[in-house]
């Protein structure tokens, strides 16, 4: 029997993969029940990663995503809301938002998947085992998501994001929608500092004033985030477990998205014990120039203030997703429009 230990994205997409592959497979989660690790809030699948649209990528590794919203827009504002950038949907749309926690997750979707093939799913366990998948989440909390779920009226199609390291330091600001009556509004931070006081400036922030304005907050929510700018792995491995996920240190180091990173993972891990491969080379040769890449984007981030940001955003202008995508996937370009972007500010 394998064992797995975490029943969150990475986990579960390991479980269904090799029930896939005949193997009797239970997981092991740590909460009462799956989907506890947030409170129900919409988080963004982003499709520039690649020129192949997202959810057909990953309906290679053989699962099923419940998708909430297509975005075709989003609004990318400086510190200064002067010349914001423009991102437009081409033959893809610019991603996909999902809900993160409660029962209407993606993580309670994948548990159903995986239920239907079989996989035993053991909640609220808190003993020791030897599991042959580790994926428990973050092992290095290096950053921290603060924010709220609005009931109002929203283009369900558009996102705003706001850079200001006064409000979100090393960080940014976002609006997601879920529907067109719900959508999160959240500070990721890099830096800690009193996430709470930090949302509340938004409330009278002239770009968010508005919304606040018109819209109910039903709750607010908090969660910690994994990082791996201080060292990318070298093996995701430990002692006879493969790592997945956040808890290998598999996530975007540049905005901190690791939906893809776990689903990825987690497949991989699965691929491993199938079918008796090195993990660490399969991890390798398909993650680890993407880390690499977005870890020099953070190195830059982290060096960066207010200044850097109003040029950054400027520079970016108006592109559809295509064009944004040709930058994010060219190791060479990326470099150059984030590095002359800083020479040219001085920081």
Known sequence: MIKILGGGIAGLTAAI???????????????????MRFKPNCQLLPNWDSKEDILSYLRKFKIKINWK????????????LKHKAEIFSGEKPIGYTLTRGGNESFECYLAKQAKKK????????????????????????????????????????????LFDYNIAPGGYIYLLPHSSKLATIAIALRKWSD????????????????VFRYSELLYNFSAIANGTIKKI?????????????EAAGFQDNA???????????GYL??????EGLDYDKLWKDVLLEELKRTRMIRIVLDKANNNFLNKLVASL???????????WTSKKSLAAYYFKTLFKTGK
Do not use: C, W
């Open 317 to 327: 202008g108006k592109k559809n997703i295509d064009e944004l995508t040709d930058i």
């Open 69 to 80: 919203t297509k975005l075709n827009f989003v609004d990318i504002y400086p510190p200064d």
């Open 17 to 35: 993969n090799l029930a896939d592959g005949n193997e009797e497979v239970t997981v092991y989660e740590l909460q009462p029940r799956i989907g």
């Open 233 to 245: 792995p070298k093996t995701a491995k430990l002692k006879n477990s493969l790592l997945a996920g």
């Open 269 to 274: 891990a699965s691929k491993s014990i199938l």
């Open 255 to 265: 905005y901190g998205f690791g939906m893809r990173y776990s689903i990825i993972s």
């Open 118 to 161: 079989g996989v035993e799913i053991v909640t609220n366990f808190k003993d020791k085992i030897d599991a042959n998948i580790i994926a428990t989440g973050p092992k290095y909390p290096e950053g921290l998501g603060y924010g709220g779920v609005l009931s109002g009226d929203f283009d369900k199609r558009k996102a705003i994001i």
């Open 195 to 210: 996430s709470k006081i930090q949302f509340n400036k938004l409330i009278d922030h002239p770009l968010f004033k508005e």
